[in-house]
């Protein structure tokens, strides 16, 4: 079963936001990792995630972890969206095609 977990988590600083990443891309099940600064929420996606095993782990490693939602997610209702496609421009080095669909502006080679 696909879900969508919701967790707000505290986080001050760009080094828990990486630490928030890290726990929740480690986890088992998890497809993708979003992280909504605004809000100071880490949505999390997979298969078969144990919610509250996670919020436990970023309760230990950051402090405050609640968990604002779970829902299930449907196999139809994925937005697909184009993803923006950036080449190297420099001829000394090999081809890199980075491929970005959230943030367009910041198009880097890495």
Partial sequence: MKQKIVMKV????????TKAMKIAAVTEGVISV???REKSLVV?????VDSVSLAGSLRKKLGSATIESVQ???????????PIICYSQYPQYPMYAVVSD???SNCAIM
Wanted: a negative charge; aromatic letters at 4%; one cysteine or more.
């Fill in 44 to 48: 999390v996606v997979g298969d078969g």
């Fill in 10 to 17: 505290q986080m001050n600083c760009e080094k828990c936001r």
């Fill in 34 to 36: 979003t992280i909504e």
């Fill in 72 to 82: 299930e997610v449907k196999a139809g209702s994925a937005e697909k969206k184009d």
């Fill in 102 to 104: 959230q943030y367009p």
